[in-house]
């Protein structure tokens, strides 16, 4: 990959230059500038073009060395490319947003190298997209194409078409070839003045939004001087007192183009909100720390778990709510979140996680996405999951690199050390501090693409399936673990029957993989969901009904008895459930007259088991009158995952107006217990 401050010697008329003088545009050291030369002219070798020379100490690039620098820098000649209409429609967007140029249908058509039709037909579907919006697509003879609307919607469109864009096969280029237009320094002046001012005021900027920023912030520089951005005054006397608050002035100081730096210095100010981790020495942001302990709190209590490094997990959670605060309080979409595969395998904690992030959405006054939810559940599920024992004797060292974004490299953690406890896993920042810093300490990597590499590579999916994992555990355990105990592949199988079996004709040893691939995985995955459902722990025999009055404790008591009858908890797990509100408050209750009494596994639990009662009188736990309970449904746990499965599905229902009311006025066992069963079949 070539280095982007290659860019500073390809802009202007001049082929020659001093060493001297390119060391100074590009703040590269002889040697690596050298190296870099090199890189590109492998390129131009490639592409038959003239190569870059030296000539006593003087620098030779060819005029048309710079004419083809985008071809150059992605390795592919323009003419080679076909964007997609999803492509073309993005990249429209951000051309016109940032009013370089008075656009019409022509430049477009010279832009992507496509028909007048293609072009119109993508504008009037780029127009119906951004009009649900309340954004105006309008063309004068005299502008060209312009936007109209909110500014701060506008700007926060853009952000995310190219955040989209970026994740598109060819949008980087698309990206690149639009701030051509304006420049071809452009992203290089902005990423080294963005690098530097972070550096100066020491902001950890989350690894994986780097690129995205640097190439929005060009955008916007080409926006900003015909465009006043408003910013409310209660949200600017919280911005001002952020570090960032400082280095975004400091940061703009150096574009003199830019008129208006009083008000875009408070947007800046989100902007680097929106990817820079919370520092915990920030006072200003104290309300977010007790915000991401009420979550955690939250999620115990809806869980029925307790996190046992409480202090690790709330910093880390607070370093991950600092810019999901300000992405979804100014309306900054998170991109390239693998959504749909996290409801998909951590479904009980996506429900679960859903309701308590309440903290948060109470502080907030907005609905969460789906996107940040699934951001905060592979948090919360990683946490769940590596407090299984581990081995302390760790010997092997591994490296994740995932430069698909930061949701989809949690995930890969997270799946990864629950499939390898013995081995200790560390996340490179990115594909570049992967290079610069190396992995000689290493004793394998994980990665989400291919990379040159002399330690043992496993490119993987960030959420795999269940045969997906268990081709990779029997892989990784061949190479460096446990090679008596390996688990045979389907192939290995399949070659051990072969000789013993006689196929029916039509049926080939392909044929026969596929069918004994399609049984395991199908196997893997009825596994791996054999958790019980609700309707399985909350059967007829273990829900009661009570007219009789009778005070918190009793309830409890009452509650927990077809658990105690059945053999799944002795005496002493009533106790320490009645003894856990008494010391740590009216903590189980869990919504509207819903109460889930629970205690620790160890404190007598036999079998993993749920009881429900419902008492005709609320019963005020602890006296206390705003926790009247209709409704305690004990818990009894064995560990912190087997039992999630049904408090999901409980979860839902509980969140379900309807269904709650239902279930509250319920007057028969069988009436509660359906309730349950078709409240479990609408998930």
């Not at 620098?69 to 967007?93: A, G």
């Amino acid at each position: 990959m070539i280095n982007y401050k290659m860019s500073y010697l390809m802009s202007g008329d001049e082929t020659e230059y001093s060493i001297d003088e390119v060391q100074m545009r590009t703040g590269m050291k002889k040697e690596m500038l050298m190296l870099e030369i090199g890189k590109v002219n492998e390129v131009i070798y490639q592409m038959a073009l003239p190569e870059i020379s030296m000539e006593e100490n003087v620098l030779l690039i060819p005029k048309n060395v710079k004419k083809k620098w985008l071809d150059i820098l992605f390795e592919e000649k323009e003419t080679e490319i076909v964007y997609t209409e999803t492509e073309r429609q993005l990249m429209i967007y951000l051309l016109v947003f940032m009013e370089e140029e008075e656009y019409s249908v022509f430049h477009f058509q010279e832009f992507f190298s496509v028909s007048k039709n293609t072009i119109l037909s993508d504008l009037r579907k780029l127009r119906e997209k951004i009009s649900k919006k309340q954004i105006v697509l309008d063309y004068s003879r005299k502008r060209g194409f312009v936007l109209s609307g909110l500014e701060i919607t506008i700007r926060s469109t853009a952000y995310q078409m190219l955040g989209e864009l970026v994740g598109a096969k060819n949008g980087t280029r698309l990206v690149n070839k639009g701030l051509f237009t304006k420049s071809i320094c452009l992203y290089a002046d902005v990423r080294t003045d963005f690098s530097k001012t972070i550096e100066i005021f020491g902001l950890s900027v989350v690894p994986s939004r780097f690129e995205e920023m640097v190439y929005f912030i060009s955008y916007l520089f080409c926006r900003v001087s015909g465009h006043e951005i408003t910013i409310n005054q209660e949200d600017k006397l919280l911005l001002e007192k952020l570090l960032s608050y400082q280095a975004s002035n400091y940061f703009l100081a150096n574009w003199t183009e830019i008129k208006n730096k009083t008000s875009e210095a408070f947007y800046f100010t989100i902007l680097f909100m929106t990817v820079i981790q919370g520092e915990i020495q920030d006072k200003s942001l104290e309300f977010l720390l007790e915000c991401a302990g009420d979550m955690i709190h939250e999620v115990e209590r809806l869980a029925a778990i307790e996190f046992q490094n409480y202090r690790k997990l709330l910093l880390d959670l607070f370093y991950h709510l600092v810019p999901a605060y300000f992405r979804i309080r100014f309306h900054f979409p998170l991109g390239n979140v693998l959504i749909d595969e996290i409801k998909l395998q951590y479904s009980e904690i996506f429900e679960i996680t859903k309701v308590a992030l309440f903290p948060l959405k109470k502080l907030i006054q907005q609905t969460i996405p789906d996107e940040e939810i699934g951001y905060f559940t592979i948090l919360f599920g990683g946490e769940i999951r590596s407090q299984k024992e581990r081995k302390e004797d760790i010997q092997l060292r591994a490296l994740i690199l995932c430069p698909s974004g930061i949701s989809s490299s949690l995930i890969m953690k997270s799946e990864l050390q629950e499939l390898f406890p013995q081995i200790d896993f560390h996340e490179a920042r990115s594909v570049e501090s992967f290079k610069s810093e190396g992995s000689e300490a290493f004793d394998m990597i994980f990665s989400s693409i291919p990379i040159k590499t002399q330690n043992r590579l496993y490119v993987i999916k960030p959420i795999m399936t269940q045969l997906e994992k268990n081709m990779l555990l029997r892989t990784v355990q061949e190479d460096f673990l446990f090679p008596k105990i390996l688990i045979p592949s389907v192939n290995e199988i399949i070659d051990i029957i072969l000789p013993h079996i006689e196929l029916k004709k039509g049926v080939s040893k392909e044929k026969l993989y596929k069918a004994v691939q399609r049984k395991v995985s199908k196997e893997m995955k009825r596994r791996e969901d054999d958790r019980p459902m609700l309707s399985e722990l909350l059967t007829r025999d273990m829900i009661q009904l009570s007219d009789e009055p009778m005070n918190w404790e009793q309830a409890i008591e009452f509650a927990a008895q077809p658990l105690k009858e059945n053999g799944k908890i002795e005496s002493s797990y009533v106790t320490a459930m009645i003894d856990k509100v008494k010391d740590y408050g009216p903590f189980i209750h869990i919504g509207k007259g819903v109460a889930l009494p629970h205690a620790r596994p160890e404190d007598g639990v036999n079998q993993l088991g749920m009881s429900l009662l419902k008492v005709k009188d609320p019963v005020l736990l602890l006296d206390d009158e705003k926790h009247a309970i209709q409704i305690f449904i004990c818990l009894a746990a064995v560990d912190n995952e087997v039992h999630l499965k049904a408090l999901a599905s409980l979860t839902k229902i509980l969140s379900n107006k309807e269904k709650l009311e239902a279930l509250l006025l319920a007057s028969s066992q069988e009436e509660i217990y359906q309730i349950i069963t078709k409240g479990e079949e609408e998930e």
